[in-house]
């Protein structure tokens, strides 16, 4: 099986061509490494969050009527051949609820080959997603599709991503993702208070107002953030609804890029590796 150890040090070698120093960990990078091999190592309430069908159940013991902060489920399946097509609407999403990236999105159920789209969802139900990164997390996950509403918000910015960077309870820094397509997303970033922060490469402005339930979106990150040290919170808005999208333990797997070393450095001073909740 994966050494997690190795696998994450020779990951980080060859992003960043330097050994990772996991004795005097300071930036956020090295701090993300540090975590994922000691506190979210083989831990319970990591597994059962980043597991997407498990989060559900990890937001509604924090937040009543927490269910309703996620889209709906059409049906959870065991195989792809349990998949019961007829019953699902002309748009939907097809996900596993094991790792990243597991995202079937139909916009119009009687144009695709559902063959095809099967032997996709196929392929991802049997990967084990721990592997890619060592991230054991993601190892004790039961395995499951489930198909899931598809969210749209209408308007010039489509849907926007939300992703609230947190430590230990308090989320500090937004994260906005936007004009997302299959190969290019816009980045961008604020404080809470929406004052624009130059620290992504590339360095892009804010062009988007913070959406009205900005507050709302803050709360949830808070109750949901709490137990960790580091996690991102990301969210998403639809009629000014804040859905959940995902708690985010380890952005880009620890080889985050799109950062500056200033930005890093200091994200990384914001993490308290002696943080208990």
Wanted: aromatic letters at 14%; a negative charge.
């Amino acid at each position: 099986d994966v050494n997690p150890i190795l696998a994450t040090k020779l990951l980080y070698y060859r992003a960043f061509r330097k050994k990772l120093d996991l004795r005097n960990p300071k930036d956020f990078n090295e701090k993300l490494m540090y975590l994922k091999l000691n506190d979210y190592k083989d831990n319970e309430l990591i597994t059962q969050c980043v597991d997407k069908i498990g989060l559900r159940d990890y937001v509604n013991g924090l937040i009543s009527d927490g269910y309703k902060l996620f889209p709906k489920i059409y049906g959870v399946y065991d195989d792809v051949n349990d998949i019961e097509w007829e019953s699902l609407p002309d748009k939907f999403v097809l996900k596993c609820n094991h790792g990243c990236g597991y995202n079937y999105i139909c916009k119009n159920k009687n144009e695709i080959d559902k063959g095809k789209v099967g032997e996709i969802v196929s392929c991802w139900f049997q990967e084990e997603y721990y592997r890619k990164y060592a991230e054991l997390g993601y190892k004790h996950i039961k395995h499951k599709i489930f198909a899931e509403e598809y969210l749209e918000n209408i308007g010039e910015n489509g849907l926007v991503d939300y992703k609230f960077l947190c430590f230990s309870g308090r989320p500090e820094i937004i994260m906005l993702c936007q004009d997302r397509t299959e190969e290019s997303v816009r980045f961008s970033w604020v404080d809470i208070e929406w004052n624009n922060l130059h620290i992504g490469v590339p360095d892009n402005d804010v062009t988007l107002e913070a959406p009205d339930c900005l507050n709302e979106m803050i709360s949830i990150a808070e109750k949901l953030s709490k137990p960790f040290p580091f996690v991102r919170v990301d969210l998403y808005v639809v009629d000014n609804k804040p859905y959940v999208g995902e708690l985010t333990f380890l952005p880009y797997a620890g080889i985050i890029n799109y950062l500056k070393q200033e930005a890093l450095e200091e994200i990384g001073n914001k993490i308290d590796l002696e943080y208990r909740c």
